[in-house]
C-alpha cells in the first residue's frame, strides 16, 4: 500500500536555527498537509497546498513558517528560527482528489528545540 | 464551544466488551467525517470513514446523527489490540476544507 514517508525521524535543534521537514506525499495525491501535535494534546492543523499554492493555513502558521514543493515529490515545512514551543510531532499528510478521501499520514518526524 | 469534542475517557473495558464513542461537532455545515487511531507517538492512522447512512468495517460501526451533530464509534467484541486512541476528524465546511480532529478518547482494553 502506497505511503507518505517522512525525514527525518528526530530532529534536535537550538533555539534560533532553521529546520526543514521533509515529506514525500503519495505518488497520485494532489492536497498536501502538514499538521502538528505537542506532546500530549491535539493534532492540530498548520497548512494546507494544492496547485503549487497554500490553500489554507491555521493562525499557528505564522511568519516563520512556510512551506514549498520543491520537485515532483518532495514537500518541505521549513521553520525560520525555532522556537521551545515548536518542539512536537510534526506530520505530513496526503490525499486524493475525491471530495471526500480521506487524509494519509506519515509517520512524523519528532522536533525538539532546545 | 470546541469544534470538534470527546470524551478523552479512559474507556477500561474488559476484553470482548462492546464499547461506543461519540463525537459532536458544532459547525452544522460540517461536510465529511472520519474516525482515526492513534497509537502512542505514531501518526492516526485511518480507521473508517462516516457516511450518512452509517457503515460498518467488521467490529467496528460508524454513525452519523446530523440533527444532533455527532458521529459515534462502536467496537464489538473489544481486543487487547484495540488499545489505543480514537480521534473524531471533520471537514469544518465548505470554506475550510482542512480536517480538524478532536483531543481523542482513549481505550483501554484490558486481559
Known amino acids: 500500500e502506497p505511503e507518505v514517508t517522512q525525514t527525518p525521524s528526530h530532529q534536535v535543534t537550538q533555539m534560533g536555527q532553521e529546520v526543514i521537514l521533509r515529506c514525500v506525499p503519495i505518488?497520485?495525491?494532489?492536497?498536501f498537509y502538514w499538521y502538528r501535535q505537542i506532546l500530549g494534546q491535539k493534532v492540530e492543523f498548520l497548512v494546507s497546498f494544492y496547485n503549487n499554492e497554500i490553500s489554507e493555513k491555521s493562525e499557528i502558521f505564522d511568519d516563520q513558517f512556510s512551506v514549498e514543493r520543491p520537485d515532483g515529490s518532495n514537500f518541505t515545512l521549513k521553520i525560520r528560527s525555532t522556537k521551545l514551543e515548536d518542539s512536537a510531532m510534526y506530520f505530513c499528510a496526503s490525499r486524493g482528489q475525491a471530495f471526500n478521501s480521506p487524509l494519509h499520514f506519515g509517520n512524523g518526524t519528532r522536533l525538539t528545540v532546545t | 464551544r470546541k469544534e470538534v469534542e470527546q470524551d478523552p475517557g479512559p474507556f477500561n473495558v474488559p476484553e470482548g466488551a462492546t464499547v461506543a464513542f461519540n463525537c459532536t461537532y458544532s459547525?452544522?455545515?460540517?461536510?465529511?467525517f472520519f474516525w482515526y487511531r492513534q497509537d502512542c507517538r505514531k501518526e492516526p492512522k485511518l480507521l473508517m470513514s462516516?457516511?450518512?447512512s452509517g457503515n460498518e468495517d467488521g467490529r467496528f460501526t460508524a454513525q452519523l446523527n446530523r440533527a444532533s451533530q455527532y458521529i459515534s464509534l462502536l467496537i464489538r467484541d473489544s481486543k487487547l489490540s484495540d488499545s489505543a486512541t480514537y480521534l473524531c476528524?471533520?471537514?469544518?465546511?465548505?470554506?475550510?476544507?482542512?480536517?480538524?480532529f478532536g483531543s481523542g478518547t482513549r481505550l483501554q482494553v484490558q486481559p
Open positions: 459547525n452544522s455545515a460540517s461536510q465529511s
Open positions: 476528524a471533520v471537514v469544518p465546511d465548505t470554506g475550510r476544507r482542512a480536517l480538524t
Open positions: 505518488s497520485n495525491h494532489l492536497y
Open positions: 462516516v457516511y450518512s
